[in-house]
C-alpha cells in the first residue's frame, strides 16, 4: 500500500493496522493504549492537526469510532540523534539509480536508535530525493558499494535483477591466513545451511541442505607468524545474514574486528578506530533499460591490510572473464 503522506525529513509515516472492534470506542483510545508511554494530549494534537490519516487520506479526528479503517498513517516523533562521525560518498548518479560507499558503522535504513543517521534518511535529506529506496542491504558494519533506486517507475526493472540473482557482488575481507587451505591458488566454494532468527543476534550453522553458497580465494598476504594477516576476495552467490562472516569463521578465518562470529564478545560502544574488516568492493549487472554492462567499484580501503600490496594472485587464477582487476584497497 502507498502511503497517503509524504516522507517528511527523510522518514517515511508509519503504517498501523487497527482492529476491527475491542473494549475501544474510538481509534484514539486503542492507540493511547496500545503506546501507553505516548503523552495522551500531544496525540490528540496530532489527531487535531490532521497528521494522522487513513488509506484513502482522510485525516481521523479523536471521534473516528474504532473499526471505521484498517490502517492508519502516521508521523513518529523522533529523538535527537547525535550525528556518526562517518560519510557517505557518492559513486555515480542519474535518472534511475543512486551508488554511493557506505562508511562502517552507519546503517543502511532505520532501526533501532538509528533513523536519521542511516544512509537511506541521510541521502533522502541531503541529495532531496524522497522517493528514494536502497536495492539491497549492507550490515551497519560493512562498509562499500550500496545502491538505491531513484524512479519509482524504473524501480522493478533492477529489483527483479536482484530477486533473479542476475547482480554479481564482490567482497574484500581481512582475516587471517590457514596455508593449509590453499586458497591462493584453489578458490574454496562453501555451502552451509543458515538460519536467523529475528529473536536471536547470531545467524546459524544448521543441518539440512544448504541455502547459501560463497566462493572465497586468497589475493594476498602480509606479515609473518601471528601476526600474518591475509586479504580475502569473497563472492556470495546468495544472500542471508552474516553469510560471509559466518563462513569465514567456520573455515577458522574470523574477520579482523568481528564482535560476533566466530565468539559473540560483550556489547560495547562502537569503537571508530577497529572497524569490522568487511567490504562490498563491486557490483556488476547487465543493465536492465539500456542492456549494457555496469560495474560499480568502492573507492574505500581495509586498514587491516596495507595499501602498498599488490594481489600476488593474478585474477584470471580467480575467474575474472575479462582478465582484469582494479584494486582500491
Do not use: C
Amino acid at each position: 500500500m502507498k502511503s497517503p503522506l509524504p516522507v517528511r525529513d527523510g522518514v517515511n509515516a508509519t503504517r498501523l493496522r487497527l482492529p476491527e472492534d475491542g473494549p475501544w470506542s474510538t481509534a484514539l483510545d486503542y492507540i493511547l493504549d496500545r503506546f501507553d508511554h505516548v503523552d495522551p494530549e500531544g496525540m490528540g494534537r496530532r489527531f487535531d492537526r490532521g497528521e494522522v490519516v487513513a488509506l484513502g487520506g482522510e485525516a481521523l479526528t479523536r471521534s473516528t469510532p474504532l473499526g471505521e479503517h484498517t490502517f492508519v498513517w502516521y508521523y513518529r516523533e523522533l529523538p535527537v540523534e547525535e550525528r556518526l562521525p562517518v560519510e557517505l560518498s557518492v559513486l555515480h548518479r542519474d535518472d534511475h539509480l543512486l551508488v554511493v560507499d557506505k562508511p562502517h558503522f552507519l546503517p543502511t535504513t532505520p532501526g533501532g536508535r538509528y533513523v536519521a543517521e542511516s544512509a537511506l534518511v541521510r541521502l533522502r535529506v541531503e541529495l532531496g530525493l524522497p522517493d528514494l529506496i536502497p536495492m539491497h542491504r549492507l550490515d551497519r558494519m560493512t562498509a562499500g558499494v550500496l545502491m538505491f533506486s531513484v524512479n519509482p517507475d524504473t524501480r522493478g526493472a533492477y529489483q527483479l535483477l536482484f530477486e533473479n540473482r542476475r547482480i554479481r557482488k564482490e567482497y574484500r575481507a581481512v582475516a587471517a591466513v590457514r596455508p593449509e587451505l590453499r586458497l591462493e591458488t584453489e578458490p574454496l566454494e562453501v555451502r552451509s545451511r543458515i538460519v536467523k532468527s529475528r529473536t536471536y543476534l547470531l545467524a546459524q550453522e544448521v543441518e539440512g541442505p544448504a541455502n547459501t553458497l560463497t566462493t572465497i580465494s586468497l589475493l594476498d598476504r602480509t606479515g609473518e607468524g601471528a601476526e600474518e594477516r591475509g586479504l580475502y576476495r569473497l563472492q556470495p552467490h546468495t544472500g542471508k545474514t552474516h553469510q560471509l562472516r559466518l563462513h569465514m569463521a567456520s573455515l577458522g578465518l574470523g574477520i579482523i574486528n568481528d564482535p560476533f562470529y566466530p565468539v559473540l564478545l560483550p556489547q560495547a560502544p562502537d569503537d571508530y578506530s577497529r572497524p569490522l574488516q568487511l567490504l562490498a568492493h563491486s557490483i556488476a549487472f547487465t543493465d536492465p533499460l539500456s542492456g549494457t554492462d555496469r560495474r560499480f567499484e568502492s573507492g574505500l580501503g581495509l586498514a587491516g591490510f596495507s595499501r602498498d600490496h599488490a594481489p600476488r594472485v593474478s585474477p584470471e587464477s580467480h575467474g575474472d572473464p575479462s582478465g582484469r582487476e582494479s584494486v582500491r584497497w
